[in-house]
């Protein structure tokens, strides 16, 4: 029982950040700085990753334009025969 009683006194001042020294704190500042930072190798990796994503949605618009144009080519060309068709029987 002696023997957790201090122990207990060692929790209760880190419990309490009233009790932390200045030093404390400075060498708790470090670890809180680099949270939001990614290693520059990671975010290299995630640049060309979204530039990968980028350029298939780009390449795959392309291509759905491409379809579109060709959809409409063909049935403007079936109109026109379909036109050609209706002034022979008139």
């Given at each position: 029982?002696?023997?957790?009683?201090?122990?207990?006194?060692?929790?209760?001042?880190?419990?309490?950040?009233?009790?932390?020294?200045?030093?404390?704190?400075?060498?708790?500042?470090?670890?809180f700085e680099c949270v939001n930072q990614k290693?520059?190798?990671?975010?290299?990796?995630?640049d060309k990753l979204w530039e990968q994503q980028?350029?298939q949605q780009r390449q795959e618009e392309e291509?759905?334009?491409?379809?579109?144009?060709?959809?409409?080519?063909?049935?403007?060309?079936?109109?026109?025969?379909?036109?050609?068709?209706?002034?022979?029987?008139?």
């Amino acid at each position: 029982l002696h023997q957790r009683h201090p122990d207990l006194q060692d929790k209760s001042e880190f419990s309490n950040p009233d009790r932390l020294s200045f030093k404390d704190n400075e060498e708790f500042e470090p670890s809180f700085e680099c949270v939001n930072q990614k290693p520059l190798g990671e975010r290299k990796e995630e640049d060309k990753l979204w530039e990968q994503q980028a350029k298939q949605q780009r390449q795959e618009e392309e291509q759905r334009q491409t379809k579109r144009q060709e959809t409409l080519q063909r049935e403007w060309g079936e109109l026109e025969m379909l036109d050609r068709e209706r002034r022979l029987i008139e």
